[in-house]
């Protein structure tokens, strides 16, 4: 099987789960794939919207249901927790239109909110 053959076939999931753990690195490769024309923009495009959504409201509505258990109070500890607060509260509508771009920000704001 060669890389481009694995790449048609695997691919599109590939990019949906890179979406949702990496974010950004996967979707330019996503779009670099689909500048070769292995894989369509359009599924290309879906695939990166849905994990990122799907991760970001899992991460959400996780944080959420459990709110009260351990594992998020030793989140909501963290130094860096009251620095996204902090920043939230100062500027609500800029930090969500920036925050997937912050290194370490990503997957804390969803337990922010």
Do not use: C, K, N
Request: hydrophobic content about 55%.
């Amino acid at each position: 099987m060669t890389i481009d053959s694995l790449i048609a076939h695997y691919g599109v999931a590939a990019i949906f789960v890179g979406a949702a753990t990496e974010g950004e690195a996967a979707a330019v490769a996503g779009g670099l794939v689909a500048h070769r024309h292995l894989i369509p923009l359009w599924q290309v495009g879906a695939a990166v919207y849905l994990g990122t959504l799907m991760f970001a409201q899992g991460l959400f509505l996780v944080a959420r249901r459990f709110r009260d258990t351990p594992w998020i109070a030793r989140q909501t500890a963290r130094p860096a927790y009251a620095t996204v607060v902090r920043a939230l509260e100062r500027r609500p509508t800029g930090f969500l239109l920036v925050y997937r771009f912050v290194f370490g920000v990503r997957a804390l704001t969803p337990l922010v909110l």
